[in-house]
């Protein structure tokens, strides 16, 4: 909508435009300034601007295959009870000593740790001692990725996602299924709200493709 270099409008108007608070505006582009897809200049003339360049994220741009509103909702069914089934096993202490350790790297992952994250949802489904759903979350995994991919690293979603990766281990290790489920399903709904903040399309009432006028008169978008 905006084009590379273009200074946002104000906070006040962008919360008008779209129909939400100030504080959700300051804490959107707080977001996407951590993602590399605005900057903020201080002193006289300065204000937000679209980055001169989208940053390039990690990855392979998906194939086309993946769909994200199927993605998201197959995954919310798959997931939540894959967790609470691992929760239920007689887990042997090699199965706990690898949610353990991939909780561990999943932490500590750094440039890598999208990898270590998927292989702490695959050591989850391990743990349910369920193939099919190991091979299901494994594929479903694969197309996460890739989703994830497109999009830019944001400090706040990642430590949000450790403690859940935490507490989701804390209760299959503890036989807590129903806790596991919850907090995972917690989990999962998280990671989608932050792949349609970035990839979703925008509603046909907030079509701002005349945002350039600097007036910016639009009427606010409510549910």
Known sequence: VWPAGRRLPPERELAEMLGVSRVAVREAIRVLREGGLLVTRPGRGGGTYVAASVPRFTGDAPSGAEDLADVVQLRRILEPATAEIAAQQSLSAADRATLRRCLDESLH?????RQADSRLHLA??????????ATAIADLQLKVDRLLAQI?????ALARSDAQHRAIIAAILAGRSEQARQIMQDHVDATAALLRGFLGRLPKELDL???????MTRQPVRD
Request: glycine share 14%.
């Open 124 to 133: 989850i489904a391990a743990a349910s001692g369920n193939e099919l759903l």
């Open 209 to 215: 493709r005349d945002a350039e006028e600097p007036a």
């Open 109 to 113: 992952g750094g440039t890598g740790h």
């Open 152 to 156: 830019p690293v944001v400090e706040a």
